[in-house]
């Protein structure tokens, strides 16, 4: 197979089922962002974390791959025939089970704390506002997206900062308040 496919050269693209769609549709929009939340983890770790982080980012792309096919399924052709391609309410679980497990081991947020640290926490405090961008677009879109997406994407950003601040505490980077 190659990764070239000419199908693209005009502007438009396939969806899941085959309806095809100009790129710069919201859908489209909302999914690309998606792909660039799941860049930017890689990214962080690929600039060194603790094998516990890391696998737990790693379950975090897969999670974000399911997400991006749903959005890509207007017909919800897919989730019928691949498990592994479905968000549902036991992975907004997952996420709120991480998020209170790292908080347990961080000081009490007491003022907004600004970005930065080191490389992988910053790499995760950008993941975190992609993240918010594409919650954006994902409820500016119509028809409506399934509210279970909504709510993982909502409740990932949250992680995405409580793991900034892990990350960050575990390299021994101080945090900045404002």
């Given at each position: 197979?190659?990764?070239?496919?000419?199908?693209?050269?005009?502007?438009?693209?396939?969806?899941v089922g085959g309806a095809r769609v100009r790129?710069?549709?919201?859908?489209?929009?909302?999914?690309?962002?998606?792909?660039?939340?799941?860049?930017?983890?890689?990214?962080?770790?690929?600039?060194g974390l603790d094998a516990d982080l890391d696998?737990?980012?790693?379950?975090?792309?897969?999670?974000?791959?399911?997400?991006?096919?749903?959005?890509?399924?207007?017909?919800?052709?897919?989730?019928?025939?691949?498990?592994?391609?479905?968000?549902?309410?036991?992975?907004?679980?997952?996420?709120?089970?991480?998020?209170?497990?790292?908080?347990?081991?961080?000081?009490?947020?007491?003022?907004?704390?600004?970005?930065?640290?080191?490389?992988?926490?910053?790499?995760?405090?950008?993941?975190?506002?992609?993240?918010?961008?594409?919650?954006?677009?994902?409820?500016?879109?119509?028809?409506?997206?399934?509210?279970?997406?909504?709510?993982?994407?909502?409740?990932?950003?949250?992680?995405?900062?409580?793991?900034?601040?892990?990350?960050?505490?575990?390299?021994?980077?101080?945090?900045?308040?404002?």
């Amino acid at each position: 197979m190659k990764i070239y496919t000419r199908t693209g050269d005009f502007g438009e693209t396939s969806l899941v089922g085959g309806a095809r769609v100009r790129k710069d549709d919201p859908l489209v929009d909302a999914y690309g962002e998606i792909d660039e939340l799941n860049a930017w983890l890689g990214f962080a770790r690929a600039s060194g974390l603790d094998a516990d982080l890391d696998a737990d980012i790693v379950q975090l792309q897969r999670d974000l791959f399911a997400l991006g096919a749903q959005l890509a399924d207007p017909s919800e052709r897919l989730g019928a025939k691949v498990v592994k391609a479905v968000v549902g309410d036991g992975d907004v679980a997952r996420l709120e089970e991480m998020i209170d497990r790292l908080e347990a081991s961080l000081p009490p947020l007491r003022h907004f704390i600004l970005a930065g640290g080191s490389r992988s926490g910053a790499a995760l405090h950008v993941a975190r506002t992609v993240c918010r961008r594409a919650e954006r677009r994902m409820v500016a879109l119509q028809p409506p997206v399934d509210p279970v997406l909504l709510r993982y994407v909502n409740r990932l950003s949250d992680l995405l900062f409580v793991l900034a601040r892990a990350v960050n505490q575990r390299a021994r980077a101080s945090e900045t308040e404002w």
